[in-house]
């Protein structure tokens, strides 16, 4: 997936290239502002910058103990394009399910990166610490290839709850941890959610592109502007909850859009933007698809809000 080209190209000509309008960029730029709570005059500005870089970084994609789903998560969405932006115009020297190089050639296309640093590296799925076999790549264990990536990345980001937390690996029995578990003074931003939402990734791709900074982070290091609120702050059945109405009977059609808590909702305890800002290009989220928040963007997502679809008051 290296990207070839002329190395002279301009940022905005390697998106047209590449079938991303200056238009559309700015689009995402202005979209980054918005959700990040910048002023939106900013957006040229980090347009600008942003795609002088673009050219400039590549972009590892390192997946642990995993399902692929934060990767199909970025690939399903449509527009803005993502997946165009961190696939197609990055230049991603590995990503062991989308590179068409395989075996060998993929390896070292991962190492010479890692040998020049500069570059961005991303982490899918957990890590797992009880024993070394339980996630291998290429023969070799793959929390060391991890940490040999991480101590020449710029920056870790952590897509999806496996990466930031050990996510549902932890319930079992490999010691799966996240990638803030191993790693000691790496520049790391976690953005847990099962999968990882796209746009979150993306600007905060945008983001560091034009600043060569992360943006404002909280004590989990998550972006505040994505997990400062829960759920229940915006979910639509909040009205219904403070009103005491709450879905009993799934076959109930009186009642199919009441709060959902006592079918083991977890929007209370669950900091994300789910709610205000819709899932798959604004299609719909958990709630409004009528399934209780299972609370993945949480810490103790999965093992500790188990069993999930339960009434709390019927737990023991
Ligand atoms: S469905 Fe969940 S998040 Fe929504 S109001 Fe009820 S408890 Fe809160
Ligand atoms: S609503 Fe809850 S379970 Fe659904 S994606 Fe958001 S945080 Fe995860």
Not at 132 to 157: H, L, T, W
Not at 164 to 180: K, S
Not at 186 to 199: F, H, T
Not at 281 to 297: E, N
Request: with cysteine; proline share 6%.
């Amino acid at each position: 997936m290296k990207r070839e080209g002329n190395p002279s190209e301009s940022g905005y000509q390697l998106l047209e290239r590449k079938g991303i309008s200056r238009r559309d960029f700015l689009k995402m730029c202005t979209i980054t502002c918005t959700a990040l709570g910048l002023d939106l005059c900013l957006a040229p500005q980090i347009a600008e910058a942003a795609a002088a870089n673009l050219s400039k970084k590549p972009l590892i994609w390192m997946q642990g103990q995993g399902c692929t789903g934060c990767s199909e998560s970025l690939l399903a969405s449509l527009d803005p394009s993502p997946d165009q932006i961190i696939l197609d115009v990055l230049s991603v020297r590995y990503h062991p399910t989308l590179m068409a190089a395989a075996g060998e050639q993929a390896v070292q296309s991962m190492e010479e990166c890692i040998a020049k640093g500069n570059y961005i590296l991303v982490l899918e799925g957990s890590i797992p610490t009880a024993d070394p076999r339980y996630c291998m790549v290429e023969g070799k264990s793959f929390i060391d290839q991890f940490k040999k990536a991480a101590a020449n990345a710029e920056v870790v980001i952590a897509v999806g709850s496996c990466a930031c937390y050990g996510g549902i690996p932890r319930a079992g029995f490999t010691g799966a941890v996240g990638a803030q578990d191993v790693l000691s003074g790496a520049k790391i931003v976690n953005l847990p959610s099962c999968p990882v939402k796209p746009d979150r990734l993306v600007s905060v791709i945008l983001y560091y592109l034009s600043e060569n900074a992360l943006p404002l982070l909280d004590e989990l290091k998550r972006p505040v502007a994505y997990y400062r609120y829960t759920l229940h702050d915006s979910c639509d059945r909040r009205l219904h909850f403070e009103k005491d109405e709450f879905l009993e009977d799934w076959n109930d059609a009186e009642t199919t859009d009441y709060c959902l808590y006592h079918k083991g909702c977890k929007g209370q305890d669950t900091y994300t933007t789910c709610a205000a800002s819709w899932w798959n290009d604004g299609v719909s989220y958990c709630g409004h698809a009528g399934s209780p928040c299972a609370g993945c963007s949480e810490p103790e997502y999965y093992d500790g809000f188990a069993p999930l679809f339960v009434n709390p008051k019927e737990e023991k």
